[in-house]
């Protein structure tokens, strides 16, 4: 399954960070770090396989199975929220 950003959400960066708003929900959601870069590629759709190995790439250091899982996380996550969707 592909996921991307929904449209519609408001998008604010600051320093590290992206505050998030979807305007049906009026709740804010903040992401850091590995979160925010996450948010940033989801603006063209991907698979959580396709994100892993982005992160991967991004941070060279990190532990596979952590980022993987991570990944999932916050995928799971940002859908629980309505700010991204799957598709396919």
């Known amino acids: 399954m592909q996921y991307k950003q929904n449209k519609g959400i408001i ?3 600051v320093d590290d ?6 305007p049906e929900y009026d709740a804010l ?10 948010w940033l590629a989801l603006s063209e759709p991907m698979t959580a396989k396709e994100a892993a190995e982005l992160l991967l790439i ?20 940002l859908a629980d929220h ?4 799957g598709a396919g």
């Open 29 to 38: 959601y903040q992401l850091d770090g590995t979160g925010t870069v996450l």
């Open 58 to 77: 991004a941070f060279p250091d990190a532990d596979h199975d952590t980022v993987v899982r991570d990944v999932d996380v916050v995928l799971k996550d």
């Open 11 to 13: 998008t604010r960066r």
């Open 17 to 22: 960070s992206v505050f998030l708003v979807n």
């Open 82 to 85: 309505h700010l991204i969707s």
